[in-house]
């Protein structure tokens, strides 16, 4: 495939790795934030490729993983409600929240349905005027402006048994609240590739500068991470803290300008929480008063107790690099893909599911 | 979950496109991206086209990479 095979060439690969052997003299911490760089880290095996002084650590950026217990357990309770249908993403139906999942609410009678586009779930309320669709909103910057434009369509169209349950979120607090801690020495951050498409590389200028951490926006083949990597080490053997642009066959400078406007049409910037990291300002986004008749919270009001995570589930560390998921004491034994105790299990981009399945 | 995948672009008509992703046909939104033209390529996330990848820089890219330094 196009812009896929020639990105995977095993003799440019030890060519690159052969580069950054030279820096044996630099002993770091390089977070990759983005969940998907972690499947093809994982998959493609670079981490056995790299040499001992380098240590890639996986980022916050799997957006079932980081969704906090309480907005699982909502998701939940409105499955619960029969003039629902919950349409979502594969990965979050198998996540547990305090009680149950939507997998067992779809097992009891719930109406659960996967689908792959936001534009699907319109097409199923369009298809049942009688019923209440519900969409988990749920993504970075990468996803959230496509679910801008299905609200934007929706209220086009007076489709007005169409709502969305947001749980968006923004990685650039993210990283800069990993920046901040005193927990981990980050020197370097992959950044994700395709949120960076749609908020450009500025959008991260203010991590390297205040928090003198280089940045390299990368692309999602074993070449791209590679080189990525030897451009943090460059970076940092030189002294310098700047964001490049590995992946620059699609990320540019300013990003997505109209996926930006999409964003800010239909939402707002508010406080969320985040699974381990906790509540982070200005970190998430909310649909703007206009467009309220399409907010699922605001219609439907799922009441849910304070949602409790299992306190032996060691995700939360496991999203802030501190912990690996060998050092969790259910992993492997208690938790499994088949049997997952916690989200970073469930998705395929979580780090417990990379470990179990190729670490 | 942010997986975004190349596809050519076959036909286009308003905002929506036929495209070619791994030999599968399938139909995406292209609103995003401006002035994206039939044999182009672009990033598909969810259902719909995210942006170009630009040909040009892909090569550059490789050759970047060949580089012996
Ligand atoms: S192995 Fe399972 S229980 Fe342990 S941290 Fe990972 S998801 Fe949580």
């Known amino acids: ?359 | 979950m942010c997986l975004a995948i190349p596809a050519k672009i076959l036909k286009i008509e308003d905002n929506l496109a036929q495209v070619d992703m791994a030999g599968v046909r399938r139909q995406a939104d292209v609103r995003m991206v401006n002035n994206v033209r039939v044999g182009e390529y672009v990033l598909i996330h969810a259902g719909f086209a995210i942006e170009k990848i630009g040909e040009k820089e892909a090569e550059e890219t490789l050759k970047l990479l060949r580089e012996m330094a």
């Open chain 1, 1 to 359: 495939m196009k812009f896929v095979d020639e990105f995977r060439d095993r003799t440019i690969a030890e060519r690159i790795i052969k580069k950054i052997e030279r820096f044996d003299s630099l002993k770091v911490n390089l977070m990759e934030v983005c969940g998907t760089h972690t499947m093809v880290i994982f998959k493609q095996g670079l981490k056995g490729m790299l040499p001992k002084n380098v240590n890639l650590l996986s980022g916050p950026g799997c957006p079932v993983c980081v969704t906090s217990q309480e907005d699982i357990d909502k998701a939940i309770e409105l499955a619960r409600d029969r003039r629902m249908i919950i349409t979502t993403f594969g990965d979050m139906v198998r996540v547990p929240g305090t009680n149950s999942s939507l997998e067992k609410e779809k097992a009891n009678g719930a109406d659960v349905r996967i689908i792959y586009s936001p534009s699907e779930a319109l097409r199923i309320a369009r298809e049942n005027p009688d019923k209440k669709v519900v969409f988990l909103a749920i993504g970075f910057e990468t996803t959230s402006p496509l679910i801008a434009a299905s609200v934007m369509d929706a209220q086009k169209e007076k489709i007005d048994n169409f709502f969305i349950f947001s749980t968006h979120k923004l990685i650039p607090p993210a990283m800069e609240a990993l920046s901040k801690s005193k927990e981990l020495n980050i020197e370097g951050f992959i950044c994700p590739g395709h949120v960076s498409v749609t908020i450009g590389s500025d959008a991260y200028r203010f991590i390297a500068q205040k928090y003198n951490v280089p940045c390299v926006i990368g692309g999602f083949e074993a070449l791209d991470v590679l080189q990525s990597i030897y451009m943090l080490l460059r970076q940092i053997k030189e002294n310098r803290a700047e964001v490049e642009i590995e992946y620059f066959r699609a990320v540019h400078p300013q990003g997505n300008i109209i996926a930006q406007q999409l964003i800010s049409e239909v939402f707002e910037v508010t406080d969320v929480r985040w699974r381990g990291l906790g509540i982070i300002p200005r970190s998430g986004l909310r649909l703007r008063k206009k467009f309220y008749d399409y907010d699922a919270e605001r219609e439907f009001q799922p009441k849910v107790k304070k949602g409790k995570e299992n306190p032996d589930c060691a995700c939360g560390q496991v999203l802030r690099g501190v912990k690996k998921p060998t050092q969790c004491k259910l992993y492997k034994r208690i938790c499994t893909p088949e049997n997952p105790y916690g989200p970073c299990m469930v998705s395929s981009e979580g780090t417990c599911a990379a470990y179990y399945k190729y670490g």
